[in-house]
């Protein structure tokens, strides 16, 4: 099993609709997670950071954590072509962040 | 804040010679640097953890003697590939913490695109 398991899609939706993003990992005691957005040739750059059960919202971006099933989700409102791009899922284990392999999401007009 | 930047950006080289990739913070200072390898449509895999004044942690499987990292200042991590093969074409990305804000959000480089010819 994978430290951090994303399904690697496309996920395609439509513009103006919302799209949803789910990550699982393994490590139980696993406290801050991340989500980053990579867009073809670039590096990633980070989109939010949760650390406590329950939703955060920064704009049309809300994160989901929730500890108990070991699950944390990014969700698009609104979405936009220019949110086309892989997201990446990122989990805190000491030192370092574990990725995911990144789920590719495609915005069609 | 916590801008990242890396040079060159892009680098092509001949099989046997070796490359440095500079990172370095820009507005903030980094005790903590780490440095990544990413093959196209593959994930970010962790190289190593470079430390001000101390020598790296290499992750499992990444050669220190093939990959050397320098962290001489707080603000400057160096990766150097020696004696570069095909094999090691990639993707290079740098990240750093900006450690007075936040101690576990990592802030990432534009990458340096490695090609051995």
């Known amino acids: 099993q994978k430290e951090v398991e994303q399904n690697s899609g496309p996920l395609s939706v439509p513009e103006g609709a919302i799209a949803s993003l789910n990550c699982t990992y393994s490590d139980r005691g696993s406290q801050s997670f991340f989500w980053y957005r990579q867009y073809s040739g670039k590096s990633p750059e980070l989109i939010m950071f949760?650390?406590?059960?329950g939703d955060k919202e920064d704009g049309r971006f809300t994160a989901q954590l929730n500890k108990a099933s070991q699950y944390v989700s990014l969700l698009i409102r609104d979405s936009q072509p220019s949110d086309s791009a892989t997201y990446l899922c990122a989990v805190k284990r000491t030192d370092k962040l574990i990725f995911g392999t990144g789920t590719r999401l495609q915005v069609f007009p | 804040g916590a801008v990242v930047s890396q040079h060159p950006s892009r680098v092509i080289c001949k099989s046997g010679t070796s490359v440095k990739i500079e990172c370095r913070s820009l507005?903030?200072?980094?005790?903590?640097m780490f440095w990544y390898r990413q093959f196209p449509k593959k994930s970010l895999m962790l190289m190593a953890t470079s430390n001000e004044g101390s020598k790296a942690t290499y992750e499992q499987g990444v050669e220190k003697d093939k990959f050397l990292i320098n962290h001489a200042s707080l603000t400057l991590s160096t990766l150097t590939v020696t004696s570069a093969h095909p094999e090691d074409s990639s993707f290079y990305i740098c990240?750093?913490?900006?450690?007075?804000?936040?101690?576990?959000?990592?802030?990432f480089g534009p990458g340096t695109r490695l090609t051995v010819l």
């Open positions: 990240s750093a913490r900006d450690e007075e804000r936040d101690t576990d959000t990592q802030y």
């Open positions: 507005d903030f200072q980094a005790t903590t």
């Open positions: 949760i650390y406590s059960n």
